[in-house]
């Protein structure tokens, strides 16, 4: 069964210190996607990489960096993380256009 | 980018359809629709999409009108593990780069 795995499910962190989400897919993707979820919200667009060492800026990249060295690995950076960054956040890849994306379980991040 | 208009909540009984209608009213033509799910504290499971014909799979059917301007996907005998949030969502693409952008969603409740 395909696979799309985040690092950790939950996570505790405090303000100001560099986080790491990491994401690796075994499908041999192209693309792949940061999001995080906020009640009310909804799911929003951090990051996105169509190749590696590509990135694209989503609806909402303030604070955030992303990395994309090998192609099974996109991992996301705070990096100088905030209250406001308590989130639910999701990876995700696809093939293409015309395929589904397959997400992760996600990460509960609580920044403190 | 195109956005799409859900109703926020629908319920529906044990065993009958379940209709969850969506309008995309500024879809471009080479934009697909795409429906996700989402369970609590899941990441988004894919459901189908399609362009501009109607499709089916084990899970669901995708109507989508002649315009493309709305579409309808059918769970055609609803159980109570189908209470989810349903996203119906386009798919932005420009050049090697694509995205989806995700609404609020439907909370769909399947009552017994």
């Known amino acids: 069964d395909v696979k799309v795995t985040q690092s950790s499910r939950y996570l505790v962190k405090r303000t100001g210190e560099k986080v790491f989400l990491e994401c690796v897919q075994d499908?041999?993707?192209?693309?792949m996607f940061w999001y995080r979820q906020d009640p009310g919200l909804g799911l929003r667009l951090i990051y996105f990489?169509?190749?590696?060492?590509?990135?694209e800026k989503g609806d909402i990249p303030e604070g955030y960096s992303v990395s994309r060295e090998k192609k099974e690995r996109f991992s996301l950076i705070l990096e100088s993380a905030s209250t406001n960054q308590t989130s639910m956040y999701l990876c995700?890849?696809?093939?293409?256009?015309?395929?589904?994306?397959?997400f992760g379980s996600g990460t509960r991040l609580t920044v403190v | 980018d195109a956005k799409t208009t859900q109703p926020p909540s629908m319920d529906c009984a044990e065993g009958r359809a379940a209709n969850l209608p969506c309008n995309h009213s500024?879809?471009?033509?080479?934009?697909?629709v795409y429906w996700y799910r989402q369970i609590h504290s899941q990441g988004p499971q894919y459901i189908i999409h399609?362009?501009?014909n109607n499709e089916t799979n084990e899970m669901a059917s995708l109507i989508i009108t002649e315009d493309r301007k709305s579409s309808t996907l059918i769970l055609p005998h609803a159980t109570l593990r189908d209470t989810a949030v349903y996203y119906c969502?386009?798919?932005?693409?420009?050049?090697?780069?694509?995205?989806?952008?995700f609404g609020k969603g439907t909370k769909l409740t399947v009552n017994p």
């Open positions: 969502i386009v798919r932005w693409s420009q050049g090697g780069s694509e995205k989806l952008v």
């Open positions: 995700a890849s696809s093939e293409g256009q015309s395929y589904g994306y397959t």
């Open positions: 500024t879809i471009s033509g080479n934009e697909y």
């Open positions: 399609g362009l501009k």
């Open positions: 499908m041999d993707h192209e693309n």
């Open positions: 990489s169509y190749d590696v060492k590509m990135k």
